[in-house]
C-alpha cells in the first residue's frame, strides 16, 4: 500500500473486490486523488454464515463506508442493491468465467494432470469438487454420498476447516481422492477428467458451476436459489447423502450439456468486463 501511495500519479482509478480490497481501496482512496470503484461481490449474509453475526457489524460497517467514498459500486447479488444503491451510484453485474480456458484447456494441461492422477486408483466415474472445504458447502453429506455409488471416485479440489476431515475419509477410503489445493490454472484439466461437477451450496452466482459448465461437466446442484438462474440446465439435489448420490447418477446420464455450455459462454470476462469498462470510464471522465 505504502509503493502504491507513491506512484499515486501513475493511477486514474482505484478498484477494490470485496471484502480486503474494498477496504484497502477505501483507505487508498483518502490519499489518492482518483476515484474508487468497489467491486461487491459477496453478500454479507455469507460472511454471517461463515464467520458471525457479531463479527459481521464492523464489516457491514465498513462496507458501507465504503461504498459511500466510492464513485461507483459494483454489486453481483440482488439482495445487496439496496445496500449499496442508497450510498452510491450502483450498477449490477455478473461472476464472469474465462470460457475459453475452461472449455478448451491447453494440451500441456491436460496432460499433467492425467499424470498427477496417474497416482490414484480413479473409478471408471469421476464427479468433482473444487472450493472450500467449509460446512456452508456440505462438504460431510458430499463425503457420505460415497457409500451409496457404485465404481465412483470422488475427487476434492481445496482447503478449509475441513480439510483434515478430507484428508482422513480419502486417507480410509479409496474412493475419496484428495490431492489438496492445486494451482488454479490447473483446474480446468481436472474438470476434463470427471464426469460429474459438484456444487452443493444455496448460491445462484457461485462460480464453480460456471466453470463446470464451461467445461462440459453436468453439475449437481443444491436445491434452492440456484433454480431461477439455471433452470433445467442442471441437476438439482438436496444435502441428503443418498439423494446426492442419485442424482449424481442421473447428472452423468444427461446428454445436454452442450445447452449449458453454450448459456455459460454469455458469461465469459469478455462479456462482463463491458460493464467495468463503462464505469471505469465515467468515473475518469
Given amino acids: ?7 499515486q500519479w501513475d493511477y486514474d482509478a482505484i478498484v477494490g473486490t470485496t471484502r480486503a480490497g474494498a477496504l484497502a481501496g477505501s483507505t487508498l482512496r483518502y490519499h489518492l486523488d482518483c476515484p474508487l470503484v468497489v467491486d461487491h461481490v ?11 453475526r457479531l463479527s459481521a457489524i464492523p464489516v457491514r460497517r465498513l462496507e458501507n463506508i465504503a461504498f459511500r467514498l466510492s464513485s461507483h459500486t459494483l454489486y453481483v447479488y440482488e439482495e445487496e442493491r439496496e445496500r449499496v444503491c442508497r450510498r452510491t451510484e ?7 468465467v474465462d470460457y475459453d ?31 472450500g ?10 463425503l457420505a454420498s460415497v457409500d451409496h455409488l ?59 458451476v460456471l466453470e463446470y459448465g464451461a467445461a462440459g461437466l453436468p453439475p449437481v446442484v443444491l436445491s434452492g436459489r440456484a433454480r431461477s438462474r439455471f433452470g433445467g440446465l442442471v441437476t438439482y439435489s438436496d444435502a441428503d447423502p443418498r439423494a446426492i448420490a442419485d442424482n449424481i447418477s442421473r447428472a452423468a446420464e444427461r446428454t445436454d450439456g452442450a445447452a449449458l455450455q453454450q448459456y ?14 463503462q464505469v471505469l470510464r465515467e468515473v475518469v471522465d
Avoid at 450502483?90 to 464472469?96: A, N, R, V
Fill in 90 to 96: 450502483c450498477t449490477k453485474t455478473t461472476l464472469g
Fill in 264 to 277: 455459460v459462454s454469455q458469461f465469459d470476462w469478455g462479456s462482463v468486463a463491458d460493464d467495468y469498462e
Fill in 150 to 208: 457404485s465404481d465412483w471416485s470422488l475427487l476434492v479440489l481445496g482447503t478449509g476447516s475441513l480439510h483434515d476431515s478430507v484428508r482422513k475419509r480419502a486417507e480410509n477410503d479409496p474412493s475419496v481422492v484428495f490431492p489438496g489445493t492445486v494451482p488454479h490454472e490447473t483446474v480446468p484439466g481436472y474438470l476434463h477428467q470427471a464426469d460429474v461437477g459438484l456444487s452443493l451450496v444455496d448460491d445462484p452466482y457461485t462460480l464453480k
Fill in 1 to 7: 500500500m505504502v509503493q502504491t501511495v507513491r506512484d
Fill in 42 to 52: 459477496d453478500p454479507i449474509a455469507q460472511f454471517v454464515t461463515t464467520h458471525s
Fill in 133 to 142: 472445504l467449509e460446512p456452508l458447502y456440505n462438504i460431510e453429506p458430499l
Fill in 101 to 131: 480456458r475452461f472449455a478448451t484447456p491447453d494440451p500441456d494441461i491436460l496432460s499433467d494432470v492425467r499424470e498427477a492422477l496417474s497416482e490414484y486408483d480413479l473409478a471408471d466415474n469421476v464427479a468433482v469438487y473444487v472450493g
